[in-house]
């Protein structure tokens, strides 16, 4: 891993993205009350996210559980259609439905290797099934095959092509699962919690497989995670999601290090640590809201130590804090400058200015809020 | 919650976990467990002892497939079929009572039905992994306080049942009101709070928490961890806390056991364990974890995955994945023996027989519990 290339990176938006999400929604309709005609309420998933990968980096979306950062890797597998917003390859819209063409270029991986390989098939079957659909197979398809077990590290790959998925262990599943991703070459990587099934002791394996194939073969890899640790290890780019919108994106060791909103202070906060010599003190608290009727203004205001009264009227713009660090938070934006729809907030949202520095992004755990039934409310 | 004990109990004192060699509460001693039976048997635990102590929180980590649960559920009993305990004793001490002199202490793997119905709960009470699954779906919340209530504390009334079902809730940060919801109307979080009130309601002196917090999500995990050792401080109950998550349980134990193929392969106070481990596996297990700070470098994990049980390696089970194996750990398995006086102990042959101590696994002890989470917490 070449890490001290990445720590310099610049701006997303510099680097043409090979493959780009923008104004990404999704909602789901889900029954809404009780009785025999309980009626149907809309679930907003995910809800104008924007996000880019460039050729040659991991970015890693990270978030809680009902975050959306799912349902953003499926979008942009298109194994989902999005309800607005638009996915774009190399710049060009992608047409609707799933073209095999558009399989070709992006793969996705799984979250359970115990359930993405055919359990009644063997590995050579596995591997063999997205060369023949593809028409790729060429005049060897035994070297085709040893030679992508070869490029996931599972050597011999004599050994591995007449096994059945259930005879492997669960990190040669998963490398197995990655090898089918392969088979096609694509450009792009989705990853989806990869390595959440996992053996704590076979986790950094994947992670540094995947980080392999980013160096050496320039794919663009999206790493969906909850676990910021291994974002900040593997990730170039990290994008944080709260309740289907991002709230922060940055250079990963930037964000663990200075994070800028509050909701990422607050997940910092509460990850394990041991290093850390003082107890944690939780900087905010309360469980994410419901998407069905979620908060107005910044959907983090009711759980935010900081919250001040623009933050439950008006969503927050984007706001440039560094190179490469947007935070989409009020407490970034002049106070002056705290007007709803102000042309100049505006400006800032669109990404084409950059507001003057702010002071620096408050510290964790400043202020202690108390955990109340409200807040902790159901989901 | 003095008023809804029952009067034969001595009032408890907080027993605070500077208490350094408090008596133990449960000791297990060679507890060895199989799964089937004959040659075909498959040795999920073999041989391990463990002693937790009155208020001192365990952390026993280990891998899937490592035996940890295998080797809780054993312990009190539990364990389904296939799996047979066919070697150790589990001693349970009950707390002392003043005035008598016999001694209380109950093998509960000879225990009979009557004996392990007296303490299961009372005594020692269980969080599990999923909530979900623990808690009743077609009953409501205070439905299953009061099936708990009304077996075993018969001397109360159903209001008095009522109001100490929402004493506990509010004891957990939820209200009085969630009695009258189902589990599935809470979120996970809230489901795992009402599991850790109900295994709370009958003031155990042992809570076995079996990857409790797994299934949360951080913050939420975070907020149960410091809501469950805040009780822990009060009501002074022992923890055996499994996961494996080695270095969240840097954070919460006073000393962590570490498990490997069934075998416990390390035993050392939390700080200890975390800056200065002994034994190659906790050394890897420890570099699987990528930092939150600092630099960020290339790290290698642990090559090669964990054995089958089935097929287990001859000797040390670690040898094959373990960069200073010795051919004396292809040959003979080592125990865990204590390594100097500080009274932590290892099973690896490279503390053994003058052979050289890697330096990676020679580093400095940082003393006594000086840092650890104990006497942090105690300090806050």
């Not at chain 1, 099934?129 to 060429?138: C, K, S």
């Not at chain 1, 005879?167 to 599943?173: N, P, T």
């Not at chain 2, 008598?100 to 509960?108: G, M, N, V």
Request: a neutral charge; proline letters at 9%; aromatic letters at 4%.
């Amino acid at each position: 891993m070449s890490l001290t290339a990445q720590e310099a990176a610049v701006p997303p938006v510099s680097v043409a993205p090979v493959l780009e999400g923008r104004g990404l929604t999704k909602y789901f309709s889900v029954k809404h009350g009780r009785g025999i005609f309980p009626g149907t309420a809309r679930l907003f998933a995910v809800d104008d996210v924007t996000i880019a990968l460039a050729a040659g980096t991991v970015t890693a979306l990270v978030g809680e559980s009902g975050s959306g950062k799912t349902t953003v890797a499926r979008m942009l597998a298109k194994i989902i259609n999005p309800d607005g917003g638009v996915v774009l390859l190399d710049g060009k819209p992608v047409p609707h439905g799933r073209p095999r063409s558009y399989a070709r270029q992006v793969q996705m991986v799984f979250q359970d290797p115990f359930a993405s390989l055919n359990p009644i098939h063997r590995i050579s079957y596995n591997l063999v099934r997205p060369l023949t659909i593809h028409h790729l197979g060429g005049p060897d398809l035994n070297a085709a095959i040893e030679e992508l077990l070869r490029r996931v590290a599972l050597e011999p790959p004599q050994q591995f092509t007449r096994k059945f998925p259930h005879e492997l262990s669960g990190g040669q599943r998963q490398r197995v699962a990655i090898a089918r991703a392969l088979s096609v070459r694509p450009r792009v990587l989705l990853a989806d919690e990869p390595v959440s099934m996992l053996d704590v002791s076979i986790r950094l394996g994947i992670l540094n497989l995947l980080a392999d194939l980013r160096d050496r073969d320039h794919l663009a890899i999206l790493y969906v995670t909850h676990d910021i640790a291994s974002a900040r290890y593997l990730a170039d780019t990290i994008v944080v999601m709260y309740a289907g919108q991002v709230v922060e994106t940055a250079p990963s060791a930037r964000l663990t290090d200075h994070p800028a909103h509050p909701y990422t202070q607050l997940l910092l906060s509460a990850a394990p640590d041991p290093d850390r010599a003082e107890p944690p003190s939780l900087a905010g608290s309360g469980a994410p809201p419901s998407l069905i009727a979620p908060p107005s203004g910044c959907r983090f205001h009711p759980r935010c130590p900081h919250a001040m009264a623009i933050c439950s009227t008006t969503a927050p713009p984007s706001v440039t804090v560094g190179p490469g660090h947007a935070s989409n938070c009020w407490l970034h934006v002049e106070e002056s400058r705290r007007v709803p729809d102000n042309p100049d907030v505006m400006a800032a949202k669109a990404g084409s200015t950059s507001l003057r520095p702010p002071a620096a992004p408050p510290p964790i755990g400043t202020t202690q809020m108390r955990r109340t039934e409200e807040d902790r409310s159901m989901e | 919650m003095s008023e809804t004990s029952p009067p034969a109990r001595a009032p408890r004192t907080p027993t605070h976990s500077t208490a350094r060699q408090a008596d133990p509460v449960l000791e297990i001693r060679g507890l060895t467990v199989d799964y089937g039976f004959g040659t075909e048997a498959v040795h999920a635990v073999v041989d391990c002892d463990l002693v937790l102590r009155r208020g001192q929180v365990l952390g026993l980590a280990g891998e899937s497939g490592s035996g940890k649960s295998t080797l809780s559920m054993a312990a009190i009993r539990l364990l389904r079929s296939p799996g047979v305990i066919t070697g150790g004793e589990v001693l349970f001490h009950p707390r002392p009572v003043e005035g008598e002199s016999s001694d209380p202490t109950i093998d509960l793997l000879r225990a009979d039905e009557a004996e392990l119905r007296r303490v299961r709960w009372s005594e020692i009470s269980v969080v599990f992994q999923s909530a979900l699954n623990a808690l009743n779906p077609v009953i409501t919340i205070g439905a299953q306080f009061d099936d708990l209530l009304k077996v075993h504390r018969p001397h109360l009334s159903s209001t008095e049942r009522w109001d100490r079902g929402v004493e506990l809730l509010e004891m957990v940060g939820m209200t009085g009101e969630r009695l009258r919801s189902y589990s599935h109307e809470l979120s996970g979080g809230m489901r795992q709070r009402a599991m850790i009130a109900m295994a709370l309601a009958l003031e155990p002196q042992v809570m076995i928490l079996d990857e409790p917090t797994t299934a949360l999500d951080v913050v939420t995990q975070r907020e149960i961890l410091e809501e469950l050792m805040g009780l822990r401080d009060r009501l002074g109950f022992a923890a055996l806390f499994i996961t494996h998550d080695l270095s969240l349980l840097v954070e919460l134990a006073d000393e962590i056991v570490v498990m490997y193929a069934g075998r416990l392969m390390e035993r050392a106070p939390a700080a200890s364990l975390f800056r200065a481990p002994r034994v190659p596996y906790t050394y890897g297990l420890l570099h699987c974890f990528p930092p939150m700070h600092g630099e960020r470098k290339p790290m290698e994990g642990i090559p090669g995955s964990p054995p089958d049980l089935r097929a287990l390696p001859s000797g040390c089970s670690f040898h094959p994945r373990c960069p200073w194996a010795m051919e004396r750990c292809r040959k003979e398995t080592p125990v865990l023996t204590r390594l100097d006086a500080s009274g932590r102990e290892a099973a690896c042959w490279l503390h053994s027989g003058g052979a050289t101590v890697p330096a990676e696994l020679a580093l400095a002890d940082p003393g006594d519990r000086g840092s650890s989470a104990a006497t942090r917490r105690v300090a806050r």
